[in-house]
């Protein structure tokens, strides 16, 4: 079992997302209010509290969000799970979809580091059920 560590959003595509707590999980939608919700299959993006950690040992200063991430999830190593894998917190339920994505080499963690987790250690997920999700709230693959 995981616990999510925070909750991110951001007005704009192209922006770093912001911890706000908590959100509203519409399905087959994404979270309120974030620019990348919409009706395709990268409605919510997860990335591992474990992975931040790692890429924070090597000397990156980012915080929650800065990878465009919606969910910070700890207990998971997301990239080794098959698509399709299913998960719940509380109401909602996500449907892994896509594990990783086309980096744009623009990102300003790239151009710091010369390196970005996002495209090998993000996954994607459509919404099956909504929900309201905050952090500390457990996160269970089904």
Request: hydrophobic share 35%; charged share 25%.
């Amino acid at each position: 079992m995981g616990k999510i560590l925070a909750v991110c959003t951001s007005e704009k595509k192209g922006t770093q997302k912001i911890d706000v707590g908590s959100a509203e999980i519409i399905e087959n939608f994404g979270l309120k209010d974030d620019a990348h919700a919409g009706n395709w299959h990268r409605q919510v993006s997860l990335l591992s509290f474990e992975k931040i950690e790692d890429f924070k040992s090597r000397g990156a200063d980012v915080e929650f969000g800065a990878f465009g991430e919606n969910l910070v999830v700890e207990g998971y190593d997301f990239k080794t799970l098959p698509i399709g894998s299913r998960f719940q917190c509380n109401d909602v339920i996500l449907e892994l979809t896509q594990i990783g994505k086309e980096c744009h080499h623009g990102c300003v963690i790239f151009q710091t580091m010369g390196d970005c987790i996002m495209p090998r250690e993000g996954v994607f997920c459509k919404v099956i059920h909504g929900g309201t999700v905050k952090t500390g709230d457990s996160f269970t693959l089904l």
